[in-house]
């Protein structure tokens, strides 16, 4: 097993960060494809994201190269996204709309390290600096399904707690993505 470290990155990370998370963008012209991201970023929007609360924590060989990234934010929701939402239960809009609730925005992984546990320890690092958080996520289910992600999710711990769709998001049609928690407070609840 390879070993790696997990930090908080830094402006050294931000152009390796920008490429892993490019190389996930969904490209519609691509027949087969094993990409979700929705838009490209640069070590700019990093910054800037930064700049908003935004936070990136990078898993790092020996070498210090960058094997995978994840993104959280804490962010403002607001009613018209919690009517957006088709909730399977309404009781998980508390947790989403509470003080310990965290948003993973990003995960990406090099292509050349997938399926070596770099996620799951990167998820894993999450849990041991937000002990007692809510944790959320949306994966995209169309216009394709990134079953990957919703199995990694859900052996993880994570519920699929609703679904957003759109006939048309950003560049979209007939967009649809799941809304899945993982509220640490809560073992089990479903």
């Not at 929007?45 to 990234?69: M, N």
């Not at 003080?99 to 292509?111: K, M, P, S, V």
């Not at 979209?172 to 479903?190: C, E, T």
Request: hydrophobic content about 40%; glycine content about 4%; overall charge neutral.
């Amino acid at each position: 097993m390879q070993e790696f470290k997990i930090v908080e990155a830094s402006t050294e990370h931000f152009e390796a960060i920008s490429e892993i998370h490019n190389s996930h963008v969904y490209d519609a012209a691509k027949v087969k494809q094993n990409r979700f991201l929705i838009a490209k970023i640069s070590p700019e929007d990093i910054a800037q994201q930064l700049a908003k609360a935004t936070q990136y924590f990078v898993a790092l060989d020996s070498q210090s190269h960058v094997l995978g990234l994840v993104s959280i934010s804490r962010p403002h929701i607001t009613e018209e996204f919690i009517q957006q939402v088709t909730w399977a239960n309404q009781s998980w809009i508390d947790q989403i709309l509470s003080d310990r609730h965290i948003y993973i925005n990003t995960l990406g992984i090099h292509n050349q390290h997938q399926g070596k546990g770099i996620a799951q320890q990167l998820y894993r690092s999450l849990y041991q600096r937000f002990p007692g958080a809510c944790f959320s996520a949306f994966v995209v289910t169309r216009p394709v399904l990134n079953e990957r992600s919703l199995a990694f999710h859900e052996k993880q711990g994570f519920r699929n707690v609703g679904t957003f769709a759109r006939d048309t998001f950003l560049n979209f049609q007939n967009y649809a993505s799941a809304l899945l928690v993982l509220d640490q407070s809560q073992p089990g609840k479903i």
